[in-house]
């Protein structure tokens, strides 16, 4: 093989012409969601002046279209458009890396580099303070809410019980409650932090209230507002150590439960500080470190000001109303509110489980309120120490049972496709199986067949039969559901049938087992 000589120039020319790589060169990239800014430098080590940017990612635009190109010192700033949707109109899936070609006098090698979020930027003082005081009165505000009123209602009563004692002592339990609000903040806005930073150091997806986002979170936290519910109307008793409430302040326990009280009033203010603080909150979350911090110490400041105004100005207890009975209409007033706070964290809770699964977490509650009942009624000091061991045992078994119960489930590996006869009269012509489950949502003895029987491996067998299973639910009227049970001779769910091409109708027992269903299938599907 010969070289044509004639060529040689022409190769020679491309070869120079490759983009070169320069190691010296440094990059970055970053966006706040939108448009991207690539800077490289030092700018010196370019030769001329770069003309265009052609990226390798399809969702970002070249510097030609749209962006531009400018020099900030010794680096050249690269401003690029995102490309959100293709020649057919079609959302282009986007990214997290950048990396092209820089085209000028001579063309560069753009290694991929990853597109980070911006620093955050600080407030200029002025919208600072003003954001600082929003926070404040916002945590202030909070102490009205269904969820922190009882929490604060409780100890502010507590000062009512101790109208006329040491005033250094009510100060000291004003203090220490103050700090347990200020160190249940800065966990939260310490793993919110800690948060922002993995994401890239700008603004994270993450936000305040982010911990609701755990089903495990809401669940415990329902449990928690229930069961106070519950001892506030005074199905029984916390105990001091818990509440302080009846507690002698000067104690080491009353301090304790001060303490513990900031920390309660923290975690039950999540619920309610999203609506109410949601712009002061969004704009803390984005600052620099310092103004992050101060921001959310701020909000906690407000959210113990009353029990601290109250301790360090003691002539402002005198004004409060003096003990008796009406306290204990208080009391039993607050559990209505955690009551409610209870049911709002239940519908989250639902949302996050599915309805369907809705069930396990009302019976549970459920036990916790027998729990409760069990306990005050049965473990009182006059009662013999047996009867006290006895409820005690009980109360347990009734509370871990009811938690249990109101746990996330797993989530089922069985797929339900809605029923309709057109479906039904498809699957049969191309030879499919199909098992169809009759039910409703307020049918008790459906849901507890979808608990028990649909084990993990009834579900393995009805991929290896090839089973579709439809979902004929009629917990709203529906006429072609009725027609359909009529003509299977049934009126009553639930009703599960099984429908193999070529043989009738195999109607199954009402009460399901996991047992009843691996024989049926093994017995009426022939093996492939």
Not at 260 to 274: E, N, R
Not at 410 to 434: C, F, I, Y
Request: glycine share 8%; proline share 7%; aromatic share 10%.
């Amino acid at each position: 093989m010969e070289l044509d000589a004639a060529q040689a120039t022409l190769f020679e020319t491309a070869r120079k012409n490759q983009p070169a790589s320069i190691s010296s060169l440094k990059f970055t990239a970053q966006s706040d969601g939108g448009d991207i800014q690539l800077r490289i430098s030092p700018a010196s080590a370019i030769p001329g002046e770069p003309k265009d940017f052609i990226p390798n990612q399809p969702y970002i635009n070249a510097a030609s279209a749209g962006g531009k190109i400018s020099r900030d010192g010794d680096a050249w700033i690269i401003d690029l458009k995102r490309a959100k949707k293709d020649a057919l109109d079609q959302p282009i899936p986007q990214g997290k890396s950048l990396s092209g070609i820089l085209n000028g006098s001579t063309s560069v090698i753009i290694s991929e580099t990853t597109i980070s979020s911006p620093p955050p930027k600080p407030l200029p003082v002025s919208a600072y303070l003003v954001n600082l005081f929003l926070m404040f009165l916002g945590g202030m505000i909070l102490n009205l809410m269904p969820c922190v009123f009882p929490v604060i209602g409780l100890k502010i009563m507590g000062f009512v019980q101790q109208a006329g004692n040491d005033r250094k002592k009510i100060v000291l339990h004003g203090i220490v409650f103050t700090l347990g609000v200020l160190a249940s903040f800065a966990v939260l806005s310490g793993i919110l932090f800690a948060a922002r930073l993995a994401a890239g150091g700008g603004s994270s997806s993450i936000g305040w209230g982010y911990q609701l986002q755990s089903p495990w979170v809401v669940m415990s936290l329902m449990l928690l507002m229930f069961a106070m519910g519950l001892s506030m109307f005074g199905l029984f008793e916390i105990g001091t150590s818990a509440t302080s409430i009846g507690g002698s302040l000067q104690s080491k326990q009353g301090l304790s439960g001060s303490f513990f009280s900031g920390i309660l009033a923290t975690v039950v203010a999540t619920p309610c500080s999203a609506p109410l603080l949601g712009p002061a909150i969004g704009k803390a979350i984005a600052l620099p470190t310092f103004q992050f911090f101060t921001s959310f110490a701020a909000m906690a400041i407000g959210l113990s000001m009353p029990y601290l105004a109250l301790s360090a100005f003691p002539k402002l207890i005198d004004r409060l109303p003096r003990p008796g009975a009406w306290m204990e209409s208080f009391k039993q007033a607050m559990s209505f509110l955690l009551f409610a706070t209870a049911g709002y964290l239940l519908w989250v809770y639902a949302t996050q489980i599915l309805l369907e699964n809705l069930l396990g977490p009302i019976f549970g509650l459920s036990l916790i309120a027998i729990a409760a009942w069990i306990y005050g009624r049965w473990n009182l000091p006059h009662l013999a120490s047996r009867t006290r061991r006895i409820a005690v045992l009980l109360t347990l078994l009734f509370a871990i049972g009811g938690f249990v119960l109101a746990m996330p489930p797993k989530k089922s590996k069985l797929t339900w496709e809605p029923w309709s006869q057109e479906r039904v009269d498809a699957l049969l012509a191309e030879g499919k199986p199909v098992y169809i489950d009759f039910t409703a949502q307020w049918c008790l003895t459906c849901q507890v067949n979808k608990k028990v029987a649909y084990t993990d491996e009834i579900i393995e067998l009805m991929k290896q039969k090839n089973i579709v299973a439809l979902k004929a639910d009629k917990t709203s009227p529906n006429p072609a559901i009725e027609e359909k049970l009529q003509e299977l001779g049934r009126s009553a769910i639930p009703v599960n049938v099984l429908l193999v091409p070529e043989k009738d109708p195999i109607i199954t027992p009402e009460v399901l087992s996991a047992g009843y269903l691996k024989d049926l299938f093994t017995k009426e599907i022939p093996a492939k």
